[in-house]
Nanobody
Framework: QVQLSESGGASVQAGGSLRLSCDFT????????LAWFRQVAGKEREAVAT?????????LYGRPARGRFTSSRDSTKNTLYLQMENLEPEDTAVYYC??????????????????????WGQGTQVTVSS
């Protein structure tokens, strides 16, 4: 079982920046798909970014990222980050990190943006005011 815990959500002015963090428990014998999602009130949850821990440069970005968000990972700390720049009121949402276990042998895998995830954090609120 993978445990995830997000932090870093806050209220900011439009044009500001935030960095979200997600501490996750590693999988000893397997790799992980890790992802950031967001859910705007009254709308469906949507994927912001995904990545596969089994190889480098596998990050995919969803529509919400729009060239303003960057997802990265510190493997030494087992932490996933989402750096958000030039925030807009439309970015107001609860941001979640998610994980799914992938067999270690799947060395060429890519975590798609439409993938369903088994493990979720509790979410962190981001509010952007104009």
């Amino acid at each position: 079982q993978v445990q995830l815990s997000e932090s870093g959500g806050a209220s900011v002015q439009a044009g500001g920046s935030l960095r979200l963090s997600c501490d996750f428990t590693p999988s000893d014998n397997n790799k992980l798909c890790l992802a950031w999602f967001r859910q705007v009130a009254g709308k469906e949850r949507e994927a912001v970014a995904t990545q596969y821990t089994g190889r480098e440069k596998t990050t995919l970005y969803g529509r919400p990222a729009r060239g303003r968000f960057t997802s990265s990972r510190d493997s030494t700390k087992n932490t996933l980050y989402l750096q958000m720049e030039n925030l807009e009121p439309e970015d107001t949402a609860v941001y979640y990190c998610a994980a799914d276990v992938i067999p270690k042998a799947w060395t060429t895998y890519t975590c798609g943006l439409t993938r369903k995830y088994d493990y979720w954090g509790q979410g962190t609120q981001v509010t952007v005011s104009s």
